[in-house]
């Protein structure tokens, strides 16, 4: 019997399925045989930067739209399970994986102060990506919590929360990095 296997894509409030990060990680976790879900978020907030309140009426909005589209997805019909998520989308992926029980690894793409307390899956099954010009993120408070979790945290210096700095050709080879360490990890899920 053939193993079926998932993705589920998570994005961020204005970074969608097109953009590089999940562009790529999609088409790697294509390649090596994933069935492909992306999310959609819609009528989110706007400019919550900075404001706690907003930002978990987005973080819940996120995680109840999430939910609403994965419903008809038999999660127990799937033998591995990759949730990736970009941003707010971190939130959503752990929060969703922990309320519904479901063991799946997951690629967090600059995730947020909140993404850790969602987390709740056993260690090494994560893994994390951040710039350290990231205003979204206190990135000492994410580094301790990951550290506390075991989650490998993958830091990019002078780059921002798209994982992007000002010269463009470092861009391309921090994304050709970040893309190796995506396909290293999607490669081992076994």
């Known amino acids: 019997m053939e ?3 998932l993705a589920v894509i998570f994005p961020g409030i204005g970074y969608h399925k097109d ?4 562009y790529y990680a999609a088409r790697l976790a294509k390649s090596a045989g994933y069935d492909m879900q992306h999310i959609e ?5 706007q ?3 900075g404001n706690a309140a907003m930002m978990q009426t987005a973080a819940a909005l996120a995680v109840q739209q999430a939910a609403e589209q994965l419903s008809d ?9 990759l949730l990736i998520g970009k941003s707010i989308g971190t939130i959503a992926a752990a929060r969703y994986a922990a309320e519904n029980d479901i063991h799946a690894r997951q690629i967090w793409y600059t995730p947020l102060n909140a993404t850790f307390s969602d987390a709740a899956f056993p260690q090494k099954s994560c893994i994390a990506f951040l710039g350290t010009d990231d205003p979204w993120s206190d ?4 580094r301790a919590d990951a550290e ?7 830091l990019y210096p002078e780059c921002n929360h798209s994982l992007e700095s000002p010269d463009v050709l470092h861009n391309i080879r921090n994304l050709s990095e970040i893309m190796q360490i995506t396909s290293d990890f999607i490669q081992n899920m076994n």
């Open 19 to 22: 953009k590089p990060l999940l």
């Open 73 to 81: 997805t038999d999660c127990s019909a799937y033998s591995e399970i």
């Open 139 to 142: 990135i000492s408070k994410i």
């Open 41 to 45: 978020f819609h009528d989110m907030p």
């Open 47 to 49: 400019k919550i930067r």
């Open 3 to 5: 193993q079926k296997k």
């Open 148 to 154: 506390k979790q075991q989650i490998p945290l993958y």
